[in-house]
């Protein structure tokens, strides 16, 4: 059966960010947060193989599939190529991946990360969409598709010759229309065009288009003064069409309420407010920043414990506000626990694994000589 986009959540809840404390998930905040996502009328579960360290499998089955009925809710998640060391190892995932979840099958089921290089080759050289069409026969999977971090060109060669694929998800915000690297604006234009459906990912960035400047929160506020940051983010994705659903990786309750707010009676961009969205684009973009969404794909394979995300953040923060001393205090707080960005060895496993396809190499050697020769 087709995909009914119109029909679909158009908030999907992504079990990417959730909440912890002291390394652990905080159980009884996501149950909170699950019912009032599933008591809005929305029902769109997003995981993954590798979220949380492997744990966000899990919770969806503790928060979600022991507390509701199975046919109330639908469930993504994703086959990592990484992870793919040989043909059995395709199989030997999936099943762990259905117990992990306690389903039988899954609504929604991805490829994870499909990009030019070794992710794609991965997924041809072990013949993985003949593989998703044959679970969908079994009645493994409902629907099949792919997310996507790679080229258009890619994505053209790709969705031509697999018409098996019914959906695809992208990285999709305002900031990334005309990046040169993600080119959100012709991936969307690819498969709006053959009419696909779309799931959106990093809609608010990994939290950087909910924290503006003043100045730009100025802009957003004297237009719609009641509303959040994150919430021009979602409604200008939500604004197009085609889309299917849009993941947004709450992290607390506060997240989830303002969310809710933003599609409870959705009210697309209109053409006065898409002129202060590409007033803020401008002036965000006059300001270089490194590009980390916060998936934390790189954090669980350092070796030397970086939380690079974290680095990054104060970095972008240092970049607009030298002297920013909130920046360096969070740094001390991030390296008291973890390593600093001079303890990186150049091992390169942070790059194999980036969505972003981020030099961070060469970004973490910056980062160390602006934050740790300065406490030296």
Request: proline share 5%; with cysteine.
């Amino acid at each position: 059966m087709a995909i009914d986009v119109e029909k679909m959540p158009k908030l999907g809840f992504g079990l990417m960010r959730l909440p912890e404390k002291d390394g652990e998930i905080e159980m009884d905040r996501v149950c909170k947060m699950v019912d009032s996502y599933m008591k809005s009328g929305l029902n769109y579960f997003d995981t993954a193989y590798v979220y949380h360290g492997g744990k966000s499998e899990v919770v969806a089955r503790e928060a979600v599939v022991k507390r509701y009925p199975r046919d109330s809710f639908t469930i993504a998640t994703k086959l990592p190529a990484w992870e793919i060391k040989k043909e059995e190892d395709i199989e030997r995932i999936f099943n762990e991946q259905l117990e992990r979840a306690g389903v039988d099958y899954f609504d929604f089921y991805l490829l994870h990360s499909v990009e030019d290089g070794n992710n794609y080759d991965t997924y041809v050289k072990y013949d993985c969409f003949k593989w998703g069409v044959k679970k969908k026969e079994e009645g493994k999977i409902k629907h099949f598709g792919f997310s996507f971090h790679g080229s258009p060109e890619l994505l053209e060669e790709i969705v031509d010759s697999h018409p098996e694929i019914e959906f695809v998800q992208i990285q999709l915000n305002y900031l990334d229309r005309t990046n040169p690297v993600v080119r959100s604006g012709e991936l969307y234009d690819i498969l709006h065009k053959r009419n696909i459906p779309i799931i959106v990912m990093e809609p608010v960035r990994g939290g950087m288009l909910a924290n503006m400047t003043p100045e730009n929160e100025a802009r957003f506020k004297a237009v719609r003064p009641n509303d959040s940051m994150a919430s021009w983010a979602l409604r200008y994705v939500g604004s197009l069409p085609g889309i299917m659903t849009i993941l947004s990786g709450m992290s607390a309750e506060d997240q989830m309420e303002d969310n809710l707010k933003t599609f409870t009676n959705f009210e697309p961009v209109s053409e006065e407010e898409m002129a202060v969205i590409n007033e803020v684009t401008d002036d965000i973009l006059s300001v270089p920043q490194i590009g980390c969404t916060a998936c934390k794909y790189c954090v669980d394979g350092c070796p030397m414990n970086i939380s690079i995300p974290d680095v990054f953040r104060t970095i972008n923060t240092l970049r607009r506000y030298p002297d920013d001393w909130r920046s360096k205090n969070f740094y001390s707080g991030v390296t008291a626990t973890h390593g600093k960005a001079e303890d990186c060895i150049a091992c390169g496993q942070c790059e194999s694994v980036c969505p972003q396809h981020l030099p961070i190499i060469e970004l973490m050697k910056e980062a160390a000589e602006i934050l740790d020769k300065k406490e030296n």
